[in-house]
C-alpha cells in the first residue's frame, strides 16, 4: 500500500480559552500515530508547548491546510491575518455558538482521521473588501471581511443617518443606529441578531440590514455582487463620527465626507469541514428549530 501523502498542517489555538491546551496535546498524540501529518505552530500556539512557531501569515504559506481552535472569532482573525491565502481553515470550536467551526471541541477526535486522510469538504465564501475613501483624496484597502462591515453610531442616545447606494442606484437615507453590511457566511452573525435573513453559504448576495432604524418599514436588503455598494454619513451637528468595524476590528471613524465602497473581494475563503457536512443540520442545532410544537 501507498504511503499517505504528506500533509502540512498550520495549527493555531487560541490560549485564551479554556481547553486549548488540551486539544492541542491530543492533536500532537494524533500526529505522533500518522507520520504524514507534519504539525507546523502559530508562534503563541508553539509556546504552549514549547515548540518554535511562526507568524500567521508565514505559516499559511508553509500549510496545505490550517486548523484553528476557538471561537468564531478566533477563526475570523486568522482569515484577516492570512488572506488572500488559499490554505483551507479547519475550525474546532472551543468557544461558544460557533456557526463558522467545523466541529466542537469534544468532536475533534472524530474529525482527525479526516484530516490524516486529506478528506475534507472544502466550502468557498464569498468576503468582502472595503475601500476608506477620507477627505482629502486618502484611501485604505481593507481587503477582507468574511463576515460583515459594520457602521455603528459613537454617541449612545444619538440617531445617525446614513445614505446607501447600490451602484448608481440610491437605496435610501437610513435612520437608525447603524447598518450591517453581511456576506452569506456573516448573515448568522451580527446580521441575524439585528433581524436579517440568514443566507446559504454557497449564496452570491449581500444583505445590508440596518441596525433598530428609525423608520419601521426599513427592512433588511439582499442585493447581487455585481455592483458595488457606497455608504456615506449625512452630516448632523453635534452628532459624533460613527466608528466602522471590519469582522469586529475597528476601522476608525467614518465622518461626514468620507465613504466607503464594498464588493465582494478578490478570491473566496476556503473553509473546511466533515465530508458529511450539512449547513441545515446546523442550523437546526444552533438555533433549536424543531419544527411544530402542536
Same mark, same amino acid.
Given at each position: 500500500?501507498?504511503?499517505?501523502?504528506?500533509?502540512?498542517?498550520?495549527?493555531?489555538?487560541?490560549?485564551?480559552?479554556?481547553?486549548?491546551?488540551?486539544?492541542?496535546?491530543?492533536?500532537?498524540?494524533?500526529?505522533?500515530?500518522?507520520?504524514?501529518?507534519?504539525?507546523?505552530?502559530?508562534?503563541?500556539?508553539?509556546?504552549?508547548?514549547?515548540?518554535?512557531?511562526?507568524?500567521?501569515?508565514?505559516?499559511?504559506?508553509?500549510?496545505?491546510?490550517?486548523?484553528?481552535? *476557538?471561537?468564531? /472569532?478566533? @477563526?475570523?482573525? +486568522?482569515?484577516?491575518?492570512?488572506?488572500? %491565502?488559499?490554505? !483551507?481553515? $479547519?475550525?474546532? &470550536?472551543? *468557544?461558544?455558538? /460557533?456557526? @463558522?467551526?467545523? +466541529?466542537?471541541?469534544?468532536?475533534?477526535? %472524530?474529525?482527525? !482521521?479526516? $484530516?490524516?486522510? &486529506?478528506?475534507?469538504?472544502?466550502?468557498?465564501?464569498?468576503?468582502?473588501?472595503?475601500?476608506?475613501?477620507?477627505?482629502?483624496?486618502?484611501?485604505?484597502?481593507?481587503?477582507?471581511?468574511?463576515?460583515?462591515?459594520?457602521?455603528?453610531?459613537?454617541?449612545?442616545?444619538?440617531?445617525?443617518?446614513?445614505?446607501?447606494?447600490?451602484?448608481?442606484?440610491?437605496?435610501?437615507?437610513?435612520?437608525?443606529?447603524?447598518?450591517?453590511?453581511?456576506?452569506?457566511?456573516?448573515?448568522?452573525?451580527?446580521?441575524?441578531?439585528?433581524?436579517?435573513?440568514?443566507?446559504?453559504?454557497?449564496?452570491?448576495?449581500?444583505?445590508?440590514?440596518?441596525?433598530?432604524?428609525?423608520?419601521?418599514?426599513?427592512?433588511?436588503?439582499?442585493?447581487?455582487?455585481?455592483?458595488?455598494?457606497?455608504?456615506?454619513?449625512?452630516?448632523?451637528?453635534?452628532?459624533?463620527?460613527?466608528?466602522?468595524?471590519?469582522?469586529?476590528?475597528?476601522?476608525?471613524?467614518?465622518?461626514?465626507?468620507?465613504?466607503?465602497?464594498?464588493?465582494?473581494?478578490?478570491?473566496?475563503?476556503?473553509?473546511?469541514?466533515?465530508?458529511?457536512?450539512?449547513?441545515?443540520?446546523?442550523?437546526?442545532?444552533?438555533?433549536?428549530?424543531?419544527?411544530?410544537?402542536?
Amino acid at each position: 500500500m501507498a504511503a499517505a501523502k504528506t500533509l502540512n498542517v498550520g495549527v493555531v489555538v487560541n490560549r485564551s480559552k479554556p481547553g486549548a491546551r488540551e486539544v492541542l496535546n491530543k492533536l500532537v498524540e494524533f500526529a505522533r500515530n500518522h507520520p504524514n501529518l507534519r504539525l507546523h505552530y502559530e508562534k503563541r500556539t508553539g509556546a504552549l508547548i514549547h515548540r518554535s512557531g511562526l507568524s500567521a501569515s508565514a505559516l499559511a504559506k508553509k500549510s496545505d491546510i490550517l486548523l484553528v481552535a *476557538g471561537g468564531d /472569532g478566533s @477563526l475570523l482573525d +486568522v482569515v484577516g491575518a492570512v488572506f488572500p %491565502s488559499q490554505a !483551507p481553515i $479547519l475550525g474546532v &470550536n472551543i *468557544g461558544s455558538l /460557533g456557526f @463558522l467551526t467545523a +466541529v466542537s471541541e469534544t468532536e475533534l477526535e %472524530s474529525i482527525l !482521521p479526516y $484530516l490524516a486522510d &486529506n478528506d475534507l469538504l472544502l466550502s468557498p465564501r464569498l468576503a468582502l473588501e472595503t475601500v476608506f475613501h477620507r477627505v482629502g483624496g486618502k484611501k485604505t484597502v481593507i481587503p477582507c471581511a468574511l463576515n460583515d462591515v459594520v457602521v455603528v453610531r459613537a454617541d449612545a442616545s444619538r440617531l445617525i443617518r446614513i445614505r446607501v447606494e447600490v451602484g448608481d442606484y440610491l437605496v435610501t437615507e437610513y435612520v437608525c443606529d447603524g447598518i450591517i453590511v453581511a456576506t452569506p457566511t456573516g448573515s448568522t452573525a451580527y446580521s441575524l441578531a439585528a433581524g436579517g435573513p440568514i443566507l446559504s453559504p454557497d449564496a452570491d448576495a449581500i444583505v445590508l440590514t440596518p441596525i433598530c432604524p428609525h423608520t419601521l418599514t426599513n427592512r433588511a436588503l439582499v442585493v447581487g455582487i455585481e455592483q458595488p455598494i457606497r455608504i456615506r454619513i449625512v452630516r448632523q451637528p453635534g452628532i459624533l463620527a460613527p466608528s466602522v468595524q471590519f469582522d469586529g476590528r475597528s476601522g476608525g471613524p467614518l465622518r461626514p465626507g468620507d465613504w466607503l465602497e464594498i464588493r465582494p473581494a478578490k478570491t473566496r475563503v476556503q473553509l473546511a469541514y466533515l465530508p458529511h457536512s450539512d449547513f441545515y443540520r446546523v442550523l437546526r442545532q444552533k438555533l433549536k428549530w424543531s419544527g411544530a410544537s402542536v
